[in-house]
């Protein structure tokens, strides 16, 4: 409950500082747009009033992306401080926990390789690691993920081995013995036998019964401890280092730190780095100097963001066998963290853009096919090839939506951009689609081969591959070059004209191949579909204008 209670009052405090400011910005936005308004509405009769619309309508959209980016940061504020607030609710380093101890099997003076799986807080130079040898061969955690086991509603007795589901894994746990406070009493944490992590136990955790062999079987971790003057100060979770046993006192190794230069072993006097003032030009060092000193972020202030390399590379990842224990299961990215510090923390940005389609030629017929409609001057359709099929385009949604493709989607890492092409869902099935608009937990789609336009949840996107943007955008924005619209969006007429001419195969005459498309169309009887809705009084008369290819489009 008190982790509870710190995030509340983190949230509390956040939505306290931002909401007068929130309420400010929503206040000057909603003047400028009565402004814009009545300023566009009295210039309504001037020639330059399709200008002014546009200088209105770009200068709104700025102000939405403005007030979304204001959201997005303080979003990851949220996060970030709700993150530290986790991240010291964790319990203290001196619970007791009773299991069977690693055999150390070490003499003084023998080398091993070390993956660090847990760094003391309170002891210097205390850390938990598991032996890179024994780890390798760590057959019995692989059965672990596939016996079966008997679901638990409540947390054993101390020293009684239980399995614990955590990030998707199965690990070995025991809960903690220790009592030498009221406080701790209270505080219920269970130790992972395989990494020596200590965790506090929360009830939505999943816990099972394990079978006598895996009770039985010791621990993995072993309980290290850096001697005097060695450079344990350099230690991170999850790093693989190089150590010279020292001394041995009962459960607990007492080790010297190495390191490894080019394939040979040498032994840290110190602190050492790959990067100092030192390393520096003259232009780096006052370009670093001028960073700003508001933030405690250390990675933030100097990469601008937080990378995520623990969270997303695999900490029991083989860099000789090229994978994990997890096999294909694993979800983390198998790589080794750079031996100099670097991040690898880095996102897929796609800079090649999709090839775009040839457009009819003026004066000529073709087959259109309908798939949306929005209004008689906002219509959009596919291209009918003269064999009637599009054996590209089929062959696309069904790679879209193939089960075994699918599984493979990868999520975005960051938040869509605008205009960024994504994989929407719309009724179950995957479409190619781009961002028009961004909001807190969904975002508003155009999806590119048919022309609708849906706003579908953050889960219901992914990231697009690139063997899918081999096809150009199939839908073809169109209107009638006869026939204009009475009112905008006047339902009536959409729905007629929507009955006419949706998702059947028409014969088309191209009066302008610009953007958008100018096209006279006829139905399967040959009526022309303007004419149609222009006795039924849903239309009005449109003088088509031809413009050549080389002429700019008016407007």
Not at 10 to 27: Q, R
Not at 229 to 249: F, H, M
């Amino acid at each position: 409950m008190e982790l509870y209670e710190q995030l509340w009052n983190v949230s509390y405090e956040f939505l306290n500082k931002n909401c007068n400011i929130a309420c400010a910005i929503t206040g000057i936005m909603q003047k400028r747009v009565r402004y814009l308004h009545s300023q566009v509405l009295k210039n309504s009769r001037n020639k330059d009033f399709a200008a002014d619309f546009k200088k209105a309508h770009d200068e709104l959209q700025n102000m939405s992306k403005s007030v979304q980016t204001f959201v997005n940061e303080w979003q990851a504020l949220f996060i970030e401080e709700t993150s530290i607030c986790a991240e010291n609710s964790l319990p203290p380093d001196d619970f007791e926990f009773n299991y069977i101890k690693p055999t150390l099997l070490y003499k003084k003076n023998h080398v091993v390789k070390l993956l660090i799986s847990d760094v003391s807080k309170t002891r210097q130079g205390v850390f938990c690691a598991v032996d890179q040898c024994k780890f390798e061969s760590l057959n019995c955690l692989k059965k672990l993920q596939t016996v079966s086991k008997s679901p638990l509603h409540e947390l054993p007795p101390a020293g009684e081995v239980f399995a614990i589901l955590l990030e998707d894994t199965w690990f070995r746990a025991v809960r903690n013995s220790s009592s030498g406070g009221e406080e701790e009493k209270k505080i219920d944490a269970i130790c992972l036998l395989d990494t020596g992590e200590v965790y506090p136990y929360q009830n939505t955790f999943k816990i099972a019964k394990l079978s006598e062999d895996f009770q039985n079987h010791p621990a993995y971790f072993i309980q290290c401890r850096m001697e005097a003057g060695s450079s344990a100060t350099t230690l991170r979770q999850w790093d693989k280092i190089y150590c010279k046993v020292v001394d041995i006192e009962d459960d607990l190794l007492v080790l010297e730190n190495l390191g490894e230069v080019n394939g040979k072993l040498e032994t840290f006097s110190g602190n050492q780095y790959a990067i100092t003032r030192d390393t520096l030009s003259k232009e780096q060092v006052e370009q670093f100097d001028e960073l700003p000193e508001g933030t405690t972020n250390a990675m933030k202030a100097v990469l601008g963001y937080d990378p995520k390399d623990d969270w997303q590379i695999c900490k029991y990842y083989d860099p000789i066998k090229k994978r994990c224990f997890k096999g294909a299961n694993c979800r983390r990215r198998h790589i080794e963290m750079d031996p100099d510090g670097w991040t690898r923390d880095r996102d897929t940005v796609s800079v090649s853009g999709v090839q775009k389609m040839e457009v009819p030629a003026q004066d000529s017929y073709v087959t259109l096919l309908p798939t949306s409609v929005t209004d008689l001057d906002m219509f959009f359709c596919h291209i009918v090839p003269p064999e009637g099929y599009h054996l590209e385009f089929n062959q696309l949604a069904d790679d879209l939506n193939n089960p075994q493709v699918v599984a493979n989607y990868k999520p975005l890492n960051l938040l869509p951009t605008i205009g960024e092409l994504v994989l929407a869902k719309y009724e179950n099935l995957w479409y190619r689609a781009q961002v028009i608009e961004l909001f807190d937990n969904s975002v508003t789609v155009f999806y590119v081969d048919y022309g609708n336009v849906e706003t579908v949840s953050l889960d219901e996107i992914k990231a697009c591959d690139e063997r899918f943007k081999f096809l150009p955008f199939q839908a073809i924005f169109c209107r009638l070059a006869n026939a204009c619209h009475v009112d905008s969006f006047h339902t009536p007429a959409i729905e007629q004209f929507t009955m006419f001419v949706l998702d059947k195969p028409l014969k088309a005459y191209v009066v302008g191949n610009g953007t958008p498309l100018d096209v006279k169309l006829y139905d399967e009887d040959g009526y022309d579909v303007g004419e149609l809705m222009i006795m039924t009084n849903l239309a009005m008369c449109r003088t088509p204008s031809k413009f050549g290819d080389d002429k700019p489009i008016p407007g």
